[in-house]
């Protein structure tokens, strides 16, 4: 009697518990019902009313850009269509957002009648530079202009968008820039000052290169190669101002010299540029070996292909390189030469030869005076050897022009 007094009593507080959860969560989903559909009543209030022109475009602040309006007017006239649509306003919003010269944008609606609606977006614009300019300050060496830092300014026009950070890019391009000119110590900062609007600014760098720095050393070190035949046409001597444009006029000397003596595809190193920030000085090292002896030929029967010519041509001769490309080219590059003096069916056939002979295993292909050796070079060890490149060319017959008519 007494166990089912007590299951009685549990079941009364369970079935209590149970009602009480119930009527929560129907008054729960009741007022959540009635917030929706309130919702829903308000996002409806306007849908499909016709929309009153103008469309008007209001900016915040004192901006008032008349012409900046009316083209953000017609991107927005152009997706809205004639009536109301909730949908058609967020892809509104986008389509000024995607204009990326915005930071915000509201939407207010209006009453017109029972049947119409008046819209008006609120905008906030970004800043726009409205002009650009560049002071240069102090300058030791080499002389730098206004026009050549203007120049470097690729992130920054007039009407583009300006943020801080695309302020900091360009002044962190004119830093590099001046530094490849040698100017190591250089400093740069930029102001905005307003302008004819309140969303435009007239932006300024202020550009001090100071001193440019010297040349202390330039070592250079080729194996089996003299330097000292050319060093003294380097324009990179000691206590001369060091630039990028001079190292890489003075690395062009060294191939040209090493190309002279047959070695056109020298191994090497990228040079090594030491800044020495005490004493304002760049020191250079620029090292490699000078590779195998390469000896270029053209035979072509009683045609004569001169030097000067196989530079043009052939990019073993011009850039250096035994790339397999490269020695197709040079292929192709001639078989245009000797169409061009009438040899219309001309084959030209690149041979490859190396002394010493390569074993198995320096190169995938090892046998002499073959079309596939060529494709072998670039990934072998040509040190102390020397290669042969013949470019064979099969000239056929020659076609001559004996008659024009015009008629």
């Known amino acids: 009697m007494v166990r089912s007094r007590w299951e009685f009593r549990n079941f009364v507080k369970r079935f209590s518990r149970f009602l009480f959860i119930f009527f929560h969560f129907s008054v729960s989903l009741w007022l959540c019902g009635l917030l929706f559909a309130a919702n829903v009543s308000a996002q409806n209030k306007y849908e499909d009313r016709r929309i009153v022109e103008p469309i008007d475009i209001t900016f915040e602040g ?3 850009d008349l012409s900046a309006a009316e083209q953000l007017r017609l991107i927005a006239r152009q997706t809205l269509g004639e009536t109301y649509s909730s949908v ?19 939407v207010e609606a209006d009453e017109v009648g029972t049947n119409s609606v008046r819209l008006r977006f609120i905008i906030k614009r970004k800043t726009q530079a409205e002009t650009v300019s560049v002071v240069v300050g102090e300058t030791v060496g080499d002389k ?54 309140e969303t ?20 250079i070190e080729i194996e089996g190669f003299d330097i000292n035949k050319i060093r003294s046409k380097l324009k990179l001597q000691p206590g001369e101002y060091y630039s990028r444009e001079k190292l890489n006029a003075d690395l062009e000397r060294v191939r040209k010299a090493l190309r002279e003596e047959n070695f056109f595809a020298p191994e090497l190193i990228a040079p090594r540029i030491i800044f020495e920030s005490e004493t304002n000085t760049i020191n250079i090292e620029l090292t490699g070996k000078v590779g195998a002896t390469i000896n270029v030929t053209v035979e072509a029967k009683n045609e004569k292909v001169g030097e000067r010519t196989q530079i043009k041509l052939l ?22 030469y000797f169409q061009e003096q009438g040899y219309f069916f001309a084959d030209v056939t690149p041979i490859c030869s190396v002394a010493p002979t390569l074993t198995e295993t320096e190169a995938s292909y ?35 022009l004996v008659d024009i008519r015009l008629e």
């Open 88 to 106: 058609k306003i967020r892809e509104a919003i986008q389509a000024i957002y995607d204009t990326k010269t915005v930071v915000s944008v509201m």
């Open 62 to 64: 004192n901006d008032r």
């Open 200 to 219: 435009r600014v007239a932006v300024v760098f202020n550009v001090a290169p100071n001193e440019q720095a010297k040349v202390g050393e330039f070592k």
């Open 366 to 400: 090892t046998v002499n005076e073959t079309n596939l050796l060529c494709s072998a070079l670039s990934g072998a060890d040509l040190t102390k050897r020397t290669v042969e490149i013949k470019y064979k060319a099969d000239l056929n017959r020659q076609l001559k």
């Open 315 to 336: 990019p073993i001769k011009r850039e250096g390189t035994l790339d397999y490309s490269a020695i197709v080219e040079g292929e192709r590059r001639l078989e245009n």
């Open 144 to 197: 730098i202009t206004e026009d050549e830092l203007l120049f470097r300014l690729n992130l920054v026009t007039p009407g583009n968008t300006v943020t801080e950070q695309v302020l900091q890019n360009n002044a962190s391009s004119i830093l590099e820039y001046l530094r490849d000119r040698g100017f190591y110590k250089s400093e740069v900062n930029f102001t905005q000052k307003p302008a004819s609007a």
